[in-house]
C-alpha cells in the first residue's frame, strides 16, 4: 500500500517542536507553496517497504560549507548514507530508489541550514512518500549533542558518510544533535550566550542519557580582547544542569592560519582550560587541539576550515573523548 505522509517539526525524531531559531514560528513562501521552515538539522525517522521512497522538499537559500554537500538532503536508509541537492528556489521531488524490497527504517535531516534574516534557510523538509510509510519516533535513550562553529556545522554531513560517523550513530541511534554557531565568528557566538543555554537544553531535552560534545570556537577564535573563560565555564556548568547530562567533551581551539588578531591560539587554549578546571567535574573530558596531529597545509582548506581528512582527525579524537 502506498501512502503519503505530510511532515511537521513537531514529528522530529530529536523531540524539537521550535520551528525557527531564534525567532518564533512562522512561513515562508517558495515556488508558490507555504512551507514551515524547519529547525537546524532536524531528522524526521520513518518505516517503510519496497524498493524506493520519495521526499518532498523546498529549497529557499543555498548554505556554504567547506566539507562534503552542506546544501543536501541526507538519508540513512537502514543505517546507510544517501544524499541528493534540491534545486534552489523550488519545490521538488526526491528520489532515494536502488533499495531492497525491506522493510526500512530511514531517517532524513534538512542538511546545515542557516538563519536568513528571522527564519531559517536552506531544505525544508514537507512531506515523503512511498509503500507502507510509518513514522518511528526514536525511544532510544542515549543523545549526543554536539555544538560549535563554523566548522562544526561544515562537517556536519561528513559524519554520516565516515566510520566515525557510523561508529557514533552506532552508539547514538537516532539521536546525534547538531546545534550551529548562531554566526561564522566567535566573537558573535560568545556574546549570545543565554540563547546558547535554551538551546542546549532544548536539544537534550526528553533523553535520559546526554553527552555533549562542546567545540565552540575551535576554529573561529577572532576578535575577542578579553578572556572568554567565564563565558565558557556559564556554558560548561549549563550543560551539567541538564538531566541525564553523562559526559562533556571539551575540544581546546585548533591551530589556523588566516583571521588573526584579538587573542592567540595559546590564549584561548589557556581560557577553555582554565574554565574546565574551574567547574572540575569528573563528566568533563578535554581535548587538547593542538595534540590531535592536525596539518595546516594537508589537513586545511583555506587556513581556516578543516577539509575531510582534517575533520576525520577531529571525529576520531571525539570518538576517543566519548570512550567509543
Not at 532515494?96 to 526500512?104: A, C, V
Not at 550566550?193 to 577572532?222: E, P
Not at 576578535?223 to 553523562?246: D, E, F, R, W
Amino acid at each position: 500500500m502506498s501512502s503519503f505522509l505530510r511532515l511537521s517539526p513537531a514529528d522530529c525524531v530529536d523531540g524539537i517542536s521550535a520551528t525557527l531559531i531564534p525567532a518564533s514560528a512562522t512561513t515562508t513562501l517558495i515556488a508558490g507553496v507555504r512551507v514551515t521552515p524547519a529547525t537546524e538539522m532536524a531528522r524526521w525517522r520513518f518505516t517503510c517497504t519496497g524498493t524506493s521512497f520519495r521526499v518532498q522538499v523546498g529549497r529557499d537559500g543555498p548554505t556554504s560549507g567547506v566539507n562534503s554537500n552542506p546544501n543536501a538532503v541526507l538519508a540513512y536508509v537502514d543505517g546507510v548514507y544517501f544524499q541528493q541537492t534540491p534545486t534552489l528556489n523550488a519545490v521538488g521531488w526526491l528520489t532515494f530508489g536502488g533499495l531492497s524490497n525491506g522493510p526500512h527504517t530511514v531517517e532524513i535531516s534538512n542538511g546545515q541550514g542557516g538563519v536568513g534574516g528571522s527564519i531559517m534557510v536552506g531544505n525544508h523538509v514537507l512531506a515523503i512518500a512511498g509503500t507502507n510509510l510509518a513514522l518511528a519516533p526514536v525511544s532510544s535513550p542515549r543523545r549526543l549533542v554536539l555544538f560549535g562553529d563554523s566548522e562544526m556545522c561544515a562537517s556536519s554531513t561528513l559524519l554520516g558518510a565516515t566510520d566515525v560517523g557510523s561508529l557514533l550513530r552506532a552508539a547514538y541511534p537516532g539521536r546525534v544533535s547538531f546545534g550551529d554557531s548562531m554566526g561564522g565568528a566567535t566573537a558573535t557566538q560568545w556574546s549570545n550566550a543565554a540563547n546558547l543555554t535554551t538551546r542546549l537544553i532544548r536539544h537534550a531535552a526528553g533523553a535520559s542519557v546526554v553527552d555533549f560534545a562542546y567545540w565552540m570556537g575551535v576554529n573561529d577564535y577572532i576578535g575577542q580582547t578579553a578572556s572568554i573563560q567565564t563565558v565558557v565555564t556559564s556554558h560548561l556548568n549549563a550543560m551539567l544542569s541538564v538531566p541525564g547530562v553523562n559526559r562533556i567533551v571539551v575540544m581546546t581551539p585548533v591551530p589556523k592560519s588566516v583571521e588573526t588578531g584579538g587573542r592567540t591560539l595559546t590564549q584561548y587554549r589557556g581560557d577553555v582550560t582554565a574554565a574546565v578546571a574551574a567547574v572540575a567535574s569528573p563528566k568533563i573530558t578535554l581535548i587538547d587541539g593542538t595534540a590531535i596531529g592536525l596539518n595546516l597545509g594537508s589537513d586545511y582548506v583555506d587556513g581556516l576550515h578543516q577539509n575531510d581528512g582534517g575533520c576525520l582527525k577531529s571525529f576520531a579524537a571525539l570518538r576517543s573523548g566519548l570512550g567509543i
